[in-house]
């Protein structure tokens, strides 16, 4: 199994900046992508970011591009997503995931087996 634990989220002002942490623990294999995503209330679940492990390509949903970044630390087993220029928009349960993309893309739900609990981020205007 793939264990995946986030944190970071908060509360934050418009225009301001978190940085979501996911620590992965458990096997080291069977899976060759991360991923961001996020999902508020009464909303489905959208892909945001996401990244081939080991330096691969990375990907960013049209809604945060140029202001989110995924990057990723190998030998700390974390994942990252960088947020700035935060909006009330953002309001939301970021969750991290691992999977292995058989071509439904890396924002999609469906490329990804293991899940984190999540972690909220609130941005107030």
């Known amino acids: 199994q793939v264990q995946l634990v986030e944190s970071g989220g908060g509360s934050v002002q418009a225009g301001g900046s978190l940085r979501l942490s996911c620590d992965v623990s458990?096997?080291?294999?069977?899976?060759?992508?991360f991923g961001w995503f996020r999902q508020a209330p009464g909303k489905e679940r959208e892909g945001i970011a996401g990244?081939?492990?080991?330096?691969?390509?990375?990907y960013y949903a049209d809604p945060v591009k140029g202001r989110f970044t995924f990057s990723e630390d190998n030998a700390k087993r974390t994942v990252y997503l960088q947020m700035d220029a935060l909006k009330p928009e953002d309001t939301a349960m970021y969750y991290c995931?691992?999977?292995?993309?058989?071509?439904?893309?890396?924002?999609?739900?469906?490329?990804?087996?293991?899940w984190g609990q999540g972690t909220q981020v609130t941005v107030s205007s």
């Open positions: 995931a691992a999977g292995e993309d058989y071509g439904f893309g890396i924002l999609s739900p469906r490329t990804f087996k293991y």
């Open positions: 458990g096997y080291t294999y069977g899976y060759n992508c």
């Open positions: 990244g081939y492990i080991n330096g691969g390509s990375t």
